[in-house]
């Protein structure tokens, strides 16, 4: 099936600084999707991308859908200690019916 | 709350056993998700309802689990003779239809543990 790798596993980082980390599919994907989740909750939406090349924005965080639609990336600026948590990358099927994830970035935020 | 609720939070079984799992979606959804969560690892897809029939079981990893819907909101998630490797967290999800554009809402989930 569908593998998604993402990169790096774990990151730690100072507060107040940026981030990045990115995802990588064997096959294409048609739709990106980022997503995080805090200990002992469900992934939450934070940004979905619907087109190659799309570069999208909320607030702090920033994703491209990567052009050979077999990348993506999420950027977070200036860290703050919330932004701890586990952030997966995710492609449905073409249905739209099931959705493959990542293995996480868990990031580590020092204040 | 209008978000996705599963109860129990955590649930601690004897291997052998047989348990259930149960989600409340959001209200008006009409697409049910059930995931897997072992630790270290992203969600594994496991079925997704839409209304009351299984429209993909193809990720439940054997025929020991098994999911219903009768009524078209409240899903079961069932486990028979339970096995230490079932250990994991139960993630359940909804969403108001099933395609590309459809957000799909992730409840808190149940950690299951089997001793």
């Known amino acids: 099936g569908q593998q998604l790798n993402q990169s790096p596993q774990s990151m730690f980082i100072q507060e107040g600084e940026d981030v990045s980390m990115n995802c990588t599919s064997s096959s294409i994907f048609n739709t990106w999707l980022w997503y995080k989740q805090d200990p002992g909750e469900g992934p939450v939406l934070l940004i979905a991308l619907y087109k190659a090349g799309e570069l999208t924005s909320n607030g702090r965080l920033t994703a491209q859908f990567g052009i050979t639609r077999k990348d993506s990336f999420l950027n977070i600026s200036a860290s703050i200690p919330s932004d701890v948590g586990i952030y997966f990358c995710a492609g449905p099927e073409t249905s739209g019916s099931r959705l493959t994830f990542g293995e996480g970035t868990q990031l580590t935020v020092n204040p | 709350g209008a978000g996705v609720s599963q109860t129990p939070s955590n649930k601690v079984t004897e291997k052998g056993k047989y348990v259930e799992l149960r989600c409340d979606p959001i209200?008006?959804?009409?697409?049910l998700y059930w995931y897997r969560q072992s630790l270290g690892q992203g969600p594994e897809f496991l079925i997704y309802f839409q209304g009351t029939g299984a429209a993909d079981d193809s990720g439940l990893p054997n025929d020991r689990f098994f999911a219903v819907r009768p009524e078209g909101s409240v899903s079961t998630l069932k486990i028979q003779r339970t096995e230490r490797g079932d250990s994991a967290v139960y993630l359940c999800a909804s969403s108001l239809s099933v395609g590309v554009n459809t957000e799909a809402f992730f409840g808190q989930g149940t950690r299951l543990t089997v001793v």
């Open positions: 209200s008006g959804h009409t697409a």
